[in-house]
């Protein structure tokens, strides 16, 4: 699978689910990929450098969101 | 004037303990007055708006605080912990409050001029307010506002050569004894260790791709001062596999009082004349010490690592000479199910440079299978319980072995499979039923 087909992947099936919920974890992420962790990483990595995902952290968990949904962005005074 | 009324932090401050609502009040004091000129970048009075908003919690019952979010420098995806108020009309100085971890160095050795430059630092750019350490060993920077974190991480890159910690799911910044640096106990170079994995794994400790947190720590010995086998999925304690060397002489020296016990630790009372037989030997675990008339002996195939007679009498006994360490898995605090102490993995394993049947034949394949198979928020102890130890031992390779299990019959989770017995699980019931009747 080339990155372009694993960011299609991700952004389409997090776009589906965007009415529930905007923050997933990693393993829900590979899971849509379809790739091992280890081989899934490399490409959630590259989608977090361009823009396409963000972090999102409590301290002691991590998710990914798609950047710029879920209500973090307005509610914390950070648009 | 204080900027909010504290009464009940002010009755904190009577009480017998050194006190944090002090220390507060004095970095408050001293951001008001600003005697050396800074520049501050964020509200000079934030301090006083913590105090304020630590007041109201008292005063409501309930935290004010809201925690999490989207905050963080670019491309690591921990190191800083979202923190706002929920009264940011009331408290100002506190809207923005996050924290910033920094990763600390080995053993925790400072220059005076390196505490100096991160005081300075967050005093221009943060709140002032500093906790050393976390728990997981980092120095943590308590509040700072969204615009100031690239900028903290700008400088602490650029101008100390320092990085950002560990937070989320990541792999958390290992954290080590003072090892060899400065204790004869250590049985391998805690911090050479620490420090090479910190640098292998940064992609771990970064990019977040773990079910839940991770923690490496190092422990030079079974003494386990920075407790790797209670709070690390993967501790790795110093041992040795020969015997332990004895002076002869010394213990003499200690039974005959020239030399006190614990390094002369308990000298603030007298104690008395130092026993052998009651204060070591009778307090051995595995009763593996006597003495055969002047000669101290020891059973060393029975002797557990206790450290207690080595403790007592550090100059007449000392770590044996071939030495290693053992890994555990599993160690946490109890969120989800319960306090865990680490499992026995690893025996006994050489630590040498470049370390790759560390990292190759424990760690990686330890990783592989919990990143498959881990729940979300379901740290390696949990899974190991939940999916049984002998799960991790063919995940990793390793063949169960005896030092395994605490007890015969205690920790039954290793089991044999089919394929593993002559014959299998099928009998001829004829065959049996020559030997034994129904």
Known sequence: MDYEEAKDLVVAGLTKKLKNKSKFYFNDLAKLIGEKPRAAKKYVNQMVVEGVLEYWSSGSTSMYGLCGTGKQAGAEHEE | MAKHETPMLDQLETG?????????????????????????QIPQDVVEDLIGIMELSYEHGRTHWKHGGIVGVFGYGGGVIGRYCDQPEKFPGVAHFHTMRVSQPAGKFYTTKYLESICELWERRGSGVTNMHGSTGDIIFLGTTTPQLEEVFYELTHNLNQDLGGSGSNLRT???????????????DTQALCHDLTNEYQDELHRPAFPYKFKFKFDGCPNCCVASIARADLSFIGTWRDDIR???????????????PNANAHSGRDWGAFDIEKEVIGLCPTNCMWMDGKELKIDNRECTRCMHCINVMPRALRIGNDRGCSILAGAKAPILDGAQMGSLIVPFIKVEEPYDEIKEKVIEPIWDWWMEEGKNRERLGELMKRQGFQRLLEA???????????????NPYIFWKEDEVPGGFERDINEFRKYHQR
């Open chain 2, 246 to 260: 004895i002076d002869q002489e010394a213990v003499q020296a200690y039974i005959g009082g020239e030399i006190m």
């Open chain 2, 16 to 40: 017998p303990w050194p006190s944090f609502v002090s220390d507060l009040k004095q970095e408050a004091a001293s951001r008001a007055k600003n005697e050396n000129n800074i520049e501050y």
């Open chain 2, 396 to 410: 990793t390779g390793f063949d169960p072995d005896p030092r395994m299990v605490q007890e015969p019959r205690t």
């Open chain 2, 174 to 188: 290992p954290s080590d004894c003072i090892g060899q640096a400065r204790c004869e106990y250590a049985c391998f």
